[in-house]
Structures are given as structure tokens and as C-alpha cells.
């Protein structure tokens, strides 16, 4: 069976520790898996977030099953919002 399946898009980053994932895209099979996948997501970025404190997180539905978890700067710092593509 299939499982979700994470694709990270790395951004640029001034740290010598390479470089910080600023999005992740998910895609799920059950309903299970999506809320396991996006809590996973979202605590990955909120890591990512802490490091400048300069934004918040972005849970995008892109199509049933189809996610993208990312920091966006249009997002207060130590917020999460939720959007749905059209």
C-alpha cells in the first residue's frame, strides 16, 4: 500500500548547516495519514520557523489527498493558517 509520500523544496539559507526546507508537499491515501502527515509537517516547519521569527505557517489544500505545508511571510509568526486552492 501506498503511504504519504514528502517532497521538499530546500531554499536558500545563510546557515553553514545547509540548506532549511521552507515547503513540503504531501500527498495521502487515507484520512489517517493526512492528519498524521500534516501534524508531522507542521511541527517540521515550526522548527524551521523558530530559527528568525519572521513568519508563519501556510497548509494549502491543493486537491483531495494533495498538500502543501509551508512558511509564508503573509502568515504572523507563531500562527498557522489554512487555505484551499481554487
Do not use: Q, W
Not at 44 to 49: K, P, Q, R, T
Amino acid at each position: 500500500m501506498s503511504t504519504a509520500t514528502m517532497e521538499h523544496r530546500p531554499a536558500a539559507s545563510a546557515s553553514t548547516e545547509g540548506p532549511l526546507n521552507r515547503s513540503i508537499d504531501l500527498e495521502f491515501y487515507t484520512a489517517g495519514e493526512m492528519h498524521a502527515g500534516l501534524e508531522e509537517a507542521v511541527a517540521e516547519l515550526i522548527e524551521v520557523a523558530a530559527k528568525d521569527a519572521s513568519c508563519g505557517i501556510l497548509v494549502t489544500r491543493l486537491r483531495p489527498g494533495r498538500y502543501t505545508v509551508a512558511l509564508d511571510e503573509s502568515v504572523p509568526f507563531g500562527e498557522t493558517y489554512e487555505a484551499i486552492a481554487a
